[in-house]
């Protein structure tokens, strides 16, 4: 992945109309961003997401061939080192639920400025969650929802977790309770780049993909209460 020091954040844009996609992607480009491609349709976005390897995809969820959401699953299934961040014209809240479900980083409204929408991006590069504002605390909702399901996952016969280190405890714990990034670092009084070493060293010892699965599993053992 390209994160900031090693050169631009490789972006692709996935939309299904004509000019919007090409408007964002100019956006970007001028922004500073490495816009590595461009598709139309689902089908066509996991192709070229495969053979591009952008470090965010920029999705559209209502797309012909392939929903969004399948496009989400699959290329983040595949590699889920992926960040995605939605951006659609729908603020409905089952729409949202099942982005982040799908394994998406972020959701960001298609009234969002320019501005916000760079901001957006180069946040979800680095891992933090992005919503458009009224958002975030359904999101948390409904990662409290998951943990209270059984799941799959939890088989009786999985070992035990690894132990995690008294910090790496600490900055899950602030995951849990929907903090971003920059507010886990100002509250420790540690840097950006710590706190997301932490959560990856995390993501490897517990063998989890992605920051959905980190809050259910933190929330699961009651961490967000603590």
Not at 109 to 133: M, N, W
Not at 135 to 159: F, I, N
Request: hydrophobic share 40%; proline share 5%.
């Amino acid at each position: 992945m390209s994160e900031q020091g090693n050169g631009p954040i490789r972006v692709m844009v996935v939309d299904d109309h004509p000019m919007w996609r090409d408007a964002v992607a100019r956006d970007l480009a001028e922004a500073g961003f490495d816009v590595v491609a461009t598709a139309g349709d689902g089908e066509q976005a996991v192709r070229r997401a495969q053979a591009a390897a952008p470090d965010v995809l920029v999705l559209d969820l209502n797309l012909p061939a392939k929903p969004g959401v399948q496009v989400c699953k699959e290329l983040v299934g595949a590699n889920p080192v992926l960040r995605v961040l939605v951006l659609s014209a729908s603020g409905e809240h089952a729409d949202v639920l099942e982005a982040v479900k799908s394994g998406a980083t972020g959701y960001l409204l298609k009234s969002a400025s320019t501005e916000e929408l760079i901001d957006a991006v180069r946040r979800t590069a680095v891992g933090d969650p992005v919503f458009t504002p009224g958002l975030a605390g359904l999101v948390l909702g409904e990662y409290r929802r998951l943990a209270s399901d059984p799941g799959p996952a939890t088989g009786g016969d999985q070992p035990r977790a690894p132990q995690l280190t008294d910090r790496e405890t600490e900055v899950l714990r602030l995951v849990a309770k929907g903090l971003s990034y920059k507010q886990i670092a100002e509250r420790l009084v540690i840097s950006h780049r710590t706190v997301q070493n932490h959560v990856q060293n995390t993501l490897g010892k517990l063998q989890l993909h992605n920051r959905v699965e980190l809050v259910r599993y933190a929330i699961e053992r009651g961490l967000d209460e603590v």
